[in-house]
């Protein structure tokens, strides 16, 4: 009878069952992987080739074994600038004509300036469909940039490693999954001639969706990120249609879109006039997504370090936080789309145009309607994101 009642006092070992919380924190390596899956997919699937019209010319990798000769001299409007002509010998080290040698000229004027020195890599043109390589079927095209591009990406992801570690890998990560998803979903869905608004919206709440579920995983923080993003993009998206639409501004203002018309296959039609809008929504996700997180995160800090604080207090510190990171992102986007404009801004001092006319210029209108409705939609993300962060933070479950 003792060991009886010594076997009930033993209290059973139950498995260890996992909670809800550790199956959502496993929720954003089942995401990064379907991320991956997904950018595999797009990529695949993506063949611009079969796009535009075919090439006029090939462009391949050349090394230059030397120098022949120079003759080049300063030019007379711009000192630090020399024109004049290259002998050089080049080596051919991709494509079909990888290891022939040949001398070809170079020849160096104000705008297409390459000063030649022995072991540069260079790229050349090289016509196509011919049997044998002449000098005179090849042209110097530019310099290799291709390594400092790629050791630049290198450098930024190795950085966000030592600087966040987990989650400088898992913002890497969302880096890398927005730029395949823009490159291969939405620039190849929109030269197949399909809605850029539908698809520039989709594709800023699924790469803005996944960028937050990465880095702060699942989380009620995470959700208010993520819907007060939602709404501003949505309302920068509609509010950017309505401004183009009463200033007569859509993609046919921009400065591609005469050689879009030209060079696109008669078989597809692209919806150019809609190209606008989809830029206004790409260039605001990046602001609206910043706001977004701001807040939430900042609520949420506030919350932990005061349970007591009831929801109307949060939002209204949330409305605080948010005021301070407009004033911020405000400025900041409206430095980069003028440092963007900075040439074009300069030849209209120039050219000394006019009032009336600076602010009728399609430029000026499409610069102010996207900062506008990038801002605006910032704008609508503070209030929305403060008020989700303050209800998921007050709430038990």
Known sequence: MAKIKQAKKQKISLPNIPKPGDLL?????WLGLAGIIFCIVIIYMSDFSA????????????????????????????????????????????????????EVINTLSRFANLYMRDGMEVLVSILPDIEYLEAHFMGIYGPSRGPVVIGSVGLLVVSMLIMGRKKGFFAALALGFTMVSVVFFLVSFLALGYSPVVFSLLTAI??????????????????????????????????????????????LNLEDARQMLYNSPPDIFLRIPDMFFAGVIIAASGVVVDAAMSISSSVFEIKEQS???????????????????????????????????LPTMILIVLFGFPYLRVINLDFVAIEVIQSVSAAMGMIFAIPATALFSSLLATRNQ
Do not use: C
């Open 206 to 251: 699924i790469t803005t969706t996944f960028t937050l579920l990465m880095v702060s995983g699942f989380s009620r923080q995470s959700l208010a990120a993520v819907a007060g993003t939602w709404t501003g993009l949505v309302f920068a998206g509609l509010l950017s249609v309505l401004l183009g639409r009463l200033g007569n501004v859509s993609g």
């Open 51 to 102: 796009l535009g019209l075919p090439p006029s010319f090939n462009v391949e990798r050349a090394r230059v074994i030397s120098v022949l000769d120079t003759n080049i001299w300063p030019d007379h409007y711009i000192p630090s600038v020399y024109v004049g002509s290259q002998r050089v010998e080049i080596e051919i080290l991709s494509g079909e004509f990888a290891g022939e040698q040949l």
């Open 25 to 29: 924190r496993s929720g954003r390596l």
């Open 307 to 341: 349970p007591g604080i009831t929801s109307k207090r949060l939002y209204r510190s949330g409305m605080h936080i948010g005021g301070d990171i407009l004033g911020a992102n405000s400025n900041t986007l409206i430095l980069a789309l003028t440092g963007a404009s």
